[in-house]
T-cell receptor, first 107, second 115 residues
Framework: KNEVEQSPQNLTAQEGEFITINCSYS?????LHWLQQHPGGGIVSLFM???GKKKHGRLIATINIQEKHSSLHITASHPRDSAVYIC?????????FGTGTSLTVIP | DTAVSQTPKYLVTQMGNDKSIKCEQN?????MYWYKQDSKKFLKIMFS???????INETVPNRFSPKSPDKAHLNLHINSLELGDSAVYFC??????????????FGPGTRLTVL
């Protein structure tokens, strides 16, 4: 069992839909990262959060430390949001990654 | 003025060869990482390195070795390449040494193919 679990693994949405990607983890952490990997392969760090909620444009990330759960929301999704979204948690000397959620937004 | 750069972007080689991938960051960060992303897109940390310590993921074969000539560079050397080493390798850096909560900045990745 992975220390970090994401759901869904694959997600197809129509342009404009509200999207939610979930991340659950089993290790104790002080923060959680959401990463975006574009179809070309590059990885971009979207959020690093340790409590509550953060918003950047149409992206919103929330975390509940007690429940060991985080969500990434995309409002008014757009085809350029198509990418793989990866949840990552640093703990101790390790950095654990989820398997990623592949999002495809159809025009 | 790329923050984290890697060379080469693509590397194709035969089994048994020794190869290196270079990583440079111009952010003044203290800690650098190497990650391996396999064919299933699963990211795994291989090494983390700062001025004071090298932390190795115990699952990484000793054919892999990081070399840091200075704070801005962390190169990855791979000896006796095997088919299973084919993957995309990402370098990353972050500002601090003790706080693993700092944002990491990733390089563009190096796609290694072993034939």
């Amino acid at each position: 069992k992975n220390e970090v679990e994401q759901s869904p693994q694959n997600l197809t949405a129509q342009e404009g839909e509200f999207i939610t990607i979930n991340c659950s983890y089993s290790v104790g952490i002080s923060a959680l990262h959401w990463l975006q990997q574009h179809p070309g392969g590059g990885i971009v760090s979207l959020f690093m959060l340790s409590s509550g909620k953060k918003k950047h444009g149409r992206l919103i990330a929330t975390i509940n430390i007690q429940e060991k759960h985080s969500s990434l929301h995309i409002t008014a999704s757009h085809p350029r949001d198509s990418a793989v979204y990866i949840c990552a948690v640093p703990t101790g000397n390790q950095f654990y990654f989820g398997t990623g959620t592949s999002l495809t937004v159809i025009p | 003025d790329t923050a984290v750069s890697q060379t080469p972007k693509y590397l194709v080689t035969q089994m048994g060869n020794d190869k290196s991938i270079k990583c440079e960051q111009n952010l003044g960060h203290d800690t650098m990482y190497w990650y391996k992303q396999d064919s299933k897109k699963f990211l795994k940390i291989m090494f983390s390195y700062n001025n004071k310590e090298l932390i190795i993921n115990e699952t990484v074969p000793n054919r892999f070795s990081p070399k840091s000539p200075d704070k801005a560079h962390l190169n990855l050397h791979i000896n006796s390449l095997e088919l299973g080493d084919s993957a995309v390798y990402f370098c990353a850096s972050r500002e601090g040494t003790g706080r693993r909560t700092d944002t990491q900045y990733f390089g563009p990745g190096t796609r290694l193919t072993v034939l």
